[in-house]
């Protein structure tokens, strides 16, 4: 008999059938009670077992954890909280777990605990509700951008160049770094390496994605991005995906529509397609949240999901924050760890949440930043201080994106990474572009995870990756 997935089953169920399922159970009651998983749903179908007929030795080997194919027949189910049950004509213990070892059981584990076995935390409730929807996330992104024709670019992994200026990077070497060649001014000698040049890993597809879009018009990237930095918070990873659209005659202001847009179609999506999931991830947040002060607990999911579809993000300039921020409550009481005394500051988390959940309580798009504290591309507006810079702000999250209209213009771009301190030589590929044909362009980048925070509701970045990477931990 083939296989039915719990899932189709339960939607489709056909009463007096005979199926064969397979999966993990998740708990045994009564001897009579098998409730099992086999992650096509958060929901488990229950299996019902006249302990009297089976054989006591296998009975003993239906334990949480253990996998299991059981064959029955379907029918509406007698107690609460199921439509269906099937009736075990056979079953089979395919993998036993070991009580007295397998770590997890059936209660409440804690987020921290789970995360030193992440190897087996699929198994829980939460983690297969997040995977899905990271899933379902994952190809709404492609969906929106295949829907509007653009054309997703694999950009490498492994770089060339330290231009970006994201964040420190990784190096890539195949030099025994226990006998390092030297050149003759005592360094490293990276001509004899792989790529007979210092290489790393990336953190952004960004300038390879400009050079795309400056003759396909509208591309994307969605790929692994590696930062060495050094925090460890809870909004931060050292490996995480980012999605960065690069559009070819878009100013600033057409930057900001598509962010929007493509944020609230993200939701949207995740609202319209996984509405098992979030129920439960909803409901386990309204528990969490239990356990803080009434003032201090945000709101409950859905609210905070369609509140994003339904309503238009704020767009201000930096210099209107800074003049909100240096009014505001915080600032003059001198609650702020950075507090805001002039203009050029550079916004610090706490700056953009009191922005965010405080003042505006909705998304917050910023825009023209002081020159000195965003990345040399971005595009010099007329005041001659300000980029045209972009950063999106969300409730519980802060900056979500970031992202600019590009410098176009060769010799201001020139002058720029003089600034800078960039060689012109290790950028010569992307100077060309502005040499050759150049075209204003913007685009911006979207932390993939930040995403996931938002639409799952957890609140640690660790917990919607599968396999975190922060500094001191790469184990699985
Ligand atoms: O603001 P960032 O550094 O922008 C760029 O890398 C540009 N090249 C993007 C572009 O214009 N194409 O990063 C973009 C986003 C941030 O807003 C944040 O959501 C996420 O990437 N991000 C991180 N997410 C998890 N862990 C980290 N260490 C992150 N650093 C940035
Ligand atoms: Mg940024």
């Given at each position: 008999?083939?296989?039915?997935?719990?899932?189709?089953?339960?939607?489709?169920?056909?009463?007096?059938?005979?199926?064969?399922?397979?999966?993990?159970?998740?708990?045994?009651?009564?001897?009579?009670?098998?409730?099992?998983?086999?992650?096509?749903?958060?929901?488990?179908?229950?299996?019902?077992?006249?302990?009297?007929?089976?054989?006591?030795?296998?009975?003993?080997?239906?334990?949480?954890?253990?996998?299991?194919?059981?064959?029955?027949?379907?029918?509406?189910?007698?107690?609460?909280?199921?439509?269906?049950?099937?009736?075990?004509?056979?079953?089979?213990?395919?993998?036993?777990?070991?009580?007295?070892?397998?770590?997890?059981?059936?209660?409440?584990?804690?987020?921290?605990?789970?995360?030193?076995?992440?190897?087996?935390?699929?198994?829980?409730?939460?983690?297969?509700?997040?995977?899905?929807?990271?899933?379902?996330?994952?190809?709404?992104?492609?969906?929106?951008?295949?829907?509007?024709?653009?054309?997703?670019?694999?950009?490498?992994?492994?770089?060339?160049?330290?231009?970006?200026?994201?964040?420190?990077?990784?190096?890539?070497?195949?030099?025994?770094?226990?006998?390092?060649?030297?050149?003759?001014?005592?360094?490293?000698?990276?001509?004899?390496?792989?790529?007979?040049?210092?290489?790393?890993?990336?953190?952004?597809?960004?300038?390879?994605?400009?050079?795309?879009?400056l003759?396909?018009?509208?591309?994307?990237?969605?790929?692994?991005?590696?930062?060495?930095?050094?925090?460890?918070?809870?909004?931060?990873?050292?490996?995480?995906?980012?999605?960065?659209?690069?559009?070819?005659?878009?100013?600033?202001?057409?930057?900001?529509?598509?962010?929007?847009?493509?944020?609230?179609?993200?939701?949207?999506?995740?609202?319209?397609?996984?509405?098992?999931?979030?129920?439960?991830?909803?409901?386990?947040?309204?528990?969490?949240?239990?356990?803080?002060?009434?003032?201090?607990?945000?709101?409950?999911?859905?609210?905070?999901?369609?509140?994003?579809?339904?309503?238009?993000?704020?767009?201000?300039?930096?210099?209107?924050?800074?003049?909100?921020?240096?009014?505001?409550?915080?600032?003059?009481?001198?609650?702020?760890?950075?507090?805001?005394?002039?203009?050029?500051?550079?916004?610090?988390?706490?700056?953009?949440?009191?922005?965010?959940?405080?003042?505006?309580?909705?998304?917050?798009?910023?825009?023209?930043?002081?020159?000195?504290?965003?990345?040399?591309?971005?595009?010099?507006?007329?005041?001659?201080?300000?980029?045209?810079?972009?950063?999106?702000?969300?409730?519980?999250?802060?900056?979500?994106?970031?992202?600019?209209?590009r410098e176009e213009r060769l010799?201001?771009l020139?002058?720029?990474?003089?600034?800078?301190?960039?060689?012109?030589?290790?950028?010569?590929?992307?100077?060309e572009t502005r040499k050759f044909g150049t075209v204003p362009h913007?685009?911006?980048?979207?932390?993939?995870?930040?995403?996931?925070?938002?639409?799952?509701?957890?609140?640690?970045?660790?917990?919607?990756?599968?396999?975190?990477?922060?500094?001191?931990?790469?184990?699985?």
């Open positions: 008999m083939k296989r039915t997935k719990i899932n189709d089953l339960l939607n489709t169920p056909t009463i007096g059938s005979e199926v064969l399922v397979k999966g993990w159970v998740r708990t045994f009651r009564s001897n009579r009670f098998i409730a099992i998983n086999d992650g096509s749903t958060i929901n488990n179908i229950q299996a019902v077992l006249d302990f009297e007929k089976e054989d006591e030795n296998q009975l003993k080997r239906i334990t949480t954890g253990s996998s299991i194919a059981v064959t029955g027949e379907v029918v509406a189910s007698q107690g609460k909280g199921q439509s269906i049950e099937i009736i075990v004509k056979s079953f089979e213990i395919l993998g036993d777990a070991n009580p007295e070892e397998f770590p997890l059981q059936p209660k409440k584990h804690s987020l921290e605990f789970l995360r030193e076995i992440a190897h087996l935390r699929f198994r829980t409730s939460t983690f297969s509700a997040i995977s899905r929807v990271r899933h379902a996330m994952i190809f709404a992104v492609h969906k929106f951008f295949n829907d509007k024709g653009f054309y997703n670019i694999h950009t490498p992994i492994i770089t060339g160049s330290d231009a970006e200026g994201a964040g420190e990077m990784f190096r890539v070497t195949t030099l025994d770094i226990e006998n390092l060649p030297k050149n003759e001014q005592g360094k490293i000698d990276a001509k004899q390496d792989f790529f007979g040049k210092e290489t790393n890993l990336t953190v952004s597809g960004q300038l390879e994605a400009e050079l795309a879009a003759a396909l018009g509208q591309v994307y990237t969605f790929g692994p991005t590696i930062r060495a930095e050094n925090s460890n918070t809870t909004r931060h990873l050292a490996e995480f995906w980012m999605i960065e659209p690069e559009v070819a005659f878009n100013d600033i202001h057409d930057n900001m529509d598509l962010a929007e847009e493509m944020l609230k179609y993200c939701v949207k999506y995740a609202l319209d397609n996984c509405a098992e999931d979030l129920t439960f991830l909803a409901s386990r947040l309204e528990e969490e949240e239990k356990s803080k002060p009434q003032d201090q607990r945000s709101i409950p999911l859905f609210e905070k999901l369609n509140f994003v579809v339904e309503n238009d993000f704020v767009r201000l300039t930096y210099t209107e924050a800074i003049d909100i921020l240096k009014r505001s409550k915080p600032n003059q009481k001198g609650q702020f760890k950075y507090p805001i005394n002039e203009w050029g500051a550079d916004l610090q988390s706490e700056h953009e949440r009191f922005l965010v959940e405080k003042e505006f309580k909705k998304p917050v798009i910023l825009i023209d930043y002081p020159a000195k504290i965003k990345s040399f591309y971005m595009r010099q507006n007329d005041d001659g201080k300000t980029v045209a810079a972009m950063d999106i702000l969300f409730p519980g999250i802060g900056e979500i994106v970031g992202g600019s209209q010799d201001i020139k002058e720029k990474i003089k600034t800078f301190n960039i060689p012109e030589e290790s950028v010569w590929w992307y100077l913007a685009g911006f980048g979207l932390g993939f995870e930040r995403l996931m925070l938002f639409v799952t509701g957890m609140t640690n970045i660790r917990d919607v990756i599968p396999f975190p990477r922060t500094p001191k931990n790469a184990e699985f």
